[in-house]
Structure formats: structure tokens, C-alpha cells
């Protein structure tokens, strides 16, 4: 199976960044699609990005232009620029390839 490792959360102010971290490890056959969602109080989980082995990218609505997903081989990372009190939720990697992986979750908090 496979394990995630999610790091670089944390709190920031407003207008601030903030970058995190998935590694992912184990039994890995073939490259997976990786990204995030995200979650927060209250509401339902929702995309952030996911990134395939090739490199392409998907976004959810509105996030492209603050967010930017990359990644090198099996560790994917998301650069989170901008930060807005909205953005505050826990952030779930989570990695897709035959079945779906999560993360334990890390949290991000953007407040004044």
C-alpha cells in the first residue's frame, strides 16, 4: 500500500505563503495522480490541484494564480501564495492511482 507524508502547514497572516509537502512511498507501481483538497469547518472537502506524472495540472475553481502545484516524481508540492482568511481549512493530500490514498491532513490557518 501506499503511505503519505504531508508537510508545511501551519499559520500565516493575510497576504502571506506558505508551501506543503506529500511524499508519497510504499508500493508505488505505477506513477499516480497526486494533489490536494482541502476542508473546512463547516463545509464540504473540495478540490485544490492535483498534478499527474506528466505534469499536467487541474485546478479548483479560483485557485489558479494563487496556488501552483508541482512535483518530482512521487513528492508533489503546493506553493500558496496570497493567503486569505478563506484559504483556512485542513488540507488533505491525497494520492490516486487504481485506488485512492489520503493524507492525514495538515493545517493551514490564515488570520490576522
Not at 14 to 35: D, E, W, Y
Request: with cysteine; glycine share 14%; aromatic share 8%.
Amino acid at each position: 500500500q501506499v503511505q503519505l507524508v504531508e508537510s508545511g502547514g501551519g499559520f500565516v497572516q493575510p497576504g502571506g505563503s506558505l508551501r506543503l509537502s506529500c511524499a508519497a512511498s510504499g508500493k508505488i507501481f505505477t506513477p499516480g495522480v497526486m494533489g490536494w483538497h482541502r476542508q473546512a469547518s463547516g463545509k464540504q472537502r473540495e478540490l485544490v490541484a492535483t498534478i499527474d506524472s506528466g505534469g499536467t495540472t487541474n485546478y479548483g475553481n479560483a485557485l489558479k494564480g494563487r496556488f501552483t502545484i508541482s512535483r518530482d516524481k512521487n513528492t508533489a508540492y503546493l506553493q500558496m501564495n496570497s493567503l486569505e482568511p478563506e484559504d483556512t481549512a485542513v488540507y488533505y493530500c491525497v494520492y490516486a492511482a487504481g485506488k485512492l490514498t489520503w493524507g492525514q491532513g495538515t493545517q493551514v490557518t490564515v488570520s490576522s
